[in-house]
């Protein structure tokens, strides 16, 4: 069966450090990847998506970053956070959008 | 860009009663999902519909993709206290070419008083 994978759960940055947040798919080749950010518990936002390797569209401009090493692996990236990057990001798979657990993401 | 309205934006209801709710948009969308969000973790897809008109259901959740292909409701049956969380409608537009992108509703958000 198709798992996703996304880490670490929780992170407190501050203000000007780098980001990476990892997420990776089991048990599927070739997937969509979707990375969205949800802020106050509520609208999930399209972030970057991902159709293959070395394949990202990003949706809205920002001070983030997508990339796609491997086939099952999506990495979102930042070089310096700032504090409106704050909030829950959320990896996904497939068309029907298969969510990973989520990272909350605390900009200081 | 395309938006989703989804409504109500938050219910309080009693143990036992049911809940129902929907989504609308202005555009056609070939796919209609739901989700249900609990504190701290990701969505979980609860009900997937693809064709106008079809009427799905999962346990205690019946949901159904409006013939009109532009709406589409959730209807939840004798709520229990575990149903609380925040539901999500989710559609695929049209038009999407390869990236089959979804537009989110902005949730309701689900209290079940005991």
């Known amino acids: 069966s198709q798992t996703i994978h996304q880490w670490p759960a929780t992170l407190v940055q501050p203000v000007g450090s780098p980001l990476s947040l990892e997420c990776t798919v089991e048990g599927t080749s070739n997937p969509n990847l979707y990375w969205y950010r949800q802020a106050a518990g509520r609208g999930l936002q399209l972030l970057f998506y991902?159709?293959?390797?070395?394949?990202i569209s990003s949706e809205v401009p920002q001070n983030l970053s997508a990339s796609r090493p491997q086939d099952r692996q999506f990495i979102l990236s930042s070089k310096k956070l700032l504090l409106s990057d704050s909030g829950f990001y959320l990896c996904?798979?497939?068309?029907?959008?298969?969510f990973g657990q989520g990272t909350r993401l605390t900009v200081v | 860009g395309q938006q989703l309205n989804q409504s109500p934006q938050s219910m309080f209801i009693q143990e036992g009663e049911d809940v129902s709710m929907n989504c609308t948009s202005s555009s056609i969308f070939n796919t209609w999902l739901w989700y249900k969000q609990e504190p701290g973790e990701g969505p979980v897809l609860l009900i997937a519909?693809?064709?106008?008109?079809e009427l799905t259901s999962n346990g205690r959740l019946t949901a159904q993709f409006g013939i009109t292909r532009k709406d589409s409701f959730l209807n939840i049956s004798a709520s229990i206290p575990s149903d609380v969380g925040i539901y999500f409608c989710a559609g695929q537009p049209l038009t999407q070419g390869g990236s089959e992108k979804l537009v989110f509703g902005k949730g309701m958000k689900l209290t079940v008083n005991p």
């Open positions: 519909l693809y064709k106008a008109g």
């Open positions: 991902s159709v293959g390797i070395g394949q």
């Open positions: 996904a798979w497939k068309r029907e959008a298969f």
